[in-house]
């Protein structure tokens, strides 16, 4: 299924992105995807999670210098983001309609990033 819409996403973009198209691209019954994910809302909200770069940063994954005060870190973060970005083009599609839409699993995308970002920060925060 996810397969699928980054496939649709990739190549017709968003506005293509219907749930009977889907389940054409995927092969399979619309009522999977019901079944699966309880709907377009559910399919879309597990498809943003896998392609975002901030939703999959893990905190083991997170090991800043305190030497620098985590600027080393940020540079490093900032830049595995942006390369990330760059090289994801479902992901750029998901940018786009991110800011041209307003639909729950978006809104969810910017709000767990959010989420993420303060939980970075207190990695570089000064202690004192």
Known sequence: FLDAVGKILKTKGYSS???????SVARVDKKMIYT???GMD???????R?????SNITPESLMPSPEDG???FAEKLLHAQYDYVFGNKE?????LWRLSES?????KMTETQE???????????DPY
């Open 103 to 107: 639909r729950k699993s978006l809104k």
């Open 91 to 95: 992901l750029q599609k998901l940018l």
């Open 17 to 23: 992105l219907k749930i009977n198209d889907i389940a």
């Open 70 to 72: 985590g600027k080393a």
């Open 115 to 125: 989420e993420n970002g303060e939980l970075l920060f207190k990695f570089i925060a």
């Open 42 to 48: 559910g399919l879309m909200g597990e498809y943003i």
């Open 50 to 54: 896998s392609q975002d770069y901030w």
């Open 36 to 38: 699966y994910f309880g």
